[in-house]
């Protein structure tokens, strides 16, 4: 493994200028990312999961430079690429991709499937005419779907076949790393396992490394190494897979994984009911964001907010009371 990740960010930042409220006269600031430090090492899959709103998908798009962060770097391959111009950024798209959410709103209805699957390849490569068509073709086929297909249209194909091909675009320029956005939220539970292990199979034979967003556990358990959780913009644990499912040390965590269901009769996880919803993002609660849901908050956790520390094995945790335990 190399010393230097594929994909590091650190201390990213994403805000948003908000309407003005009724009764103020300032703008609001939305803090979608606030200070989030993550390490994705080559051919690893990060899955990051919470919430709706916790800034999952505005960390996706932040990496790949959909939107410029406030502040903070996203270094690939140790190059920092926030401060890159557009030109110089175009080098490193070839290498960075992404799956969005619905297939069916990451089509132009217009384009036929060759225009969608062969754009990346008109605009970073040589590629034209037939070669150009066979490149299409060949990945359609590495995705499970017959190259016959080139000259019809998105209305023409399900959700899953539509997934399918959204992947075959993404991979047309051999890309190193794919942020995953929900790529299977969309999708009917058994189509879901067709494409996660579609994309398993294709991390193996092309060597990819992924991020997997996604607010489904089961998912996430199935195809990640590492989990990332994210709250209010911030990550408050991370660890392998393994650790999250067996030792989660966060409130946040525990109450998210006893909300999962659970097809295995003899499994009992205690449940948890979580006060209030998540707060305003633009009026965050001081110290510790959890704090007035957490089941477990004492005084110190309102009034500051608690260290990303490492509580053993590279489990970084989030949690006053956490640190407290294992210091």
């Not at 996706?60 to 690939?76: D, E, H, M, Y």
């Not at 399900?158 to 675009?169: D, H, N, P, T």
């Not at 992924?210 to 911030?234: C, E, N, P, W």
Request: proline fraction near 6%.
């Amino acid at each position: 493994m190399s010393a230097v990740p594929l994909l590091e960010t650190v201390g990213l930042t994403k805000y948003f200028a908000g309407g003005r409220s009724l009764l103020r006269r300032e703008t609001r600031t939305v803090r979608a990312l606030d200070g989030v430090s993550l390490t994705i090492q080559e051919q690893e899959t990060v899955g990051v999961v919470g919430e709706s709103g916790c800034g999952k998908t505005t960390l996706g798009r932040a990496i790949l430079g959909l939107i410029r962060p406030t502040s903070g770097r996203v270094l690939f391959e140790g190059t920092d690429l926030v401060p890159l111009s557009r030109r110089e950024m175009r080098g490193y798209r070839r290498n960075i991709q992404m799956v969005f959410q619905s297939p069916y709103d990451s089509f132009d209805p217009r384009f036929s499937v060759l225009s969608s699957v062969g754009e990346p390849l008109r605009t970073h490569s040589s590629l034209r005419g037939d070669a150009l068509v066979a490149r299409a073709r060949e990945l359609l086929e590495q995705t499970g779907m017959p190259g016959e297909i080139l000259y019809r249209y998105p209305h023409e194909f399900s959700g899953g076949q539509l997934q399918r091909i959204a992947v075959a675009r993404a991979l047309a320029l051999n890309p190193k790393f794919i942020v995953l956005d929900e790529p299977t939220s969309a999708l009917d539970v058994s189509v879901q396992a067709q494409i996660i292990n579609l994309l398993q199979a294709l991390q193996q034979e092309l060597k990819l490394t992924y991020m997997f967003i996604t607010h489904d556990l089961s998912v996430v358990q199935h195809i990640s190494d590492r989990i990332a959780v994210m709250y209010l913009g911030k990550v408050v644990e991370l660890t392998t897979t393994e650790a999250i499912f067996a030792d989660a040390k966060h409130p946040y965590t525990q109450a998210l994984l006893a909300s999962a269901p659970s097809l295995d009769p003899e499994y009992r996880r205690e449940r948890i009911i979580l006060e209030g919803g998540v707060p305003d993002p633009a009026n965050p609660p001081s110290g510790c964001s959890f704090h007035p849901r957490c089941p477990v908050a004492i005084e110190v956790c309102s009034r500051d907010e608690p260290a990303f520390l490492d509580v053993g094995d590279g489990h970084m945790v989030s949690c006053h009371l956490v640190s407290a335990a294992e210091s």
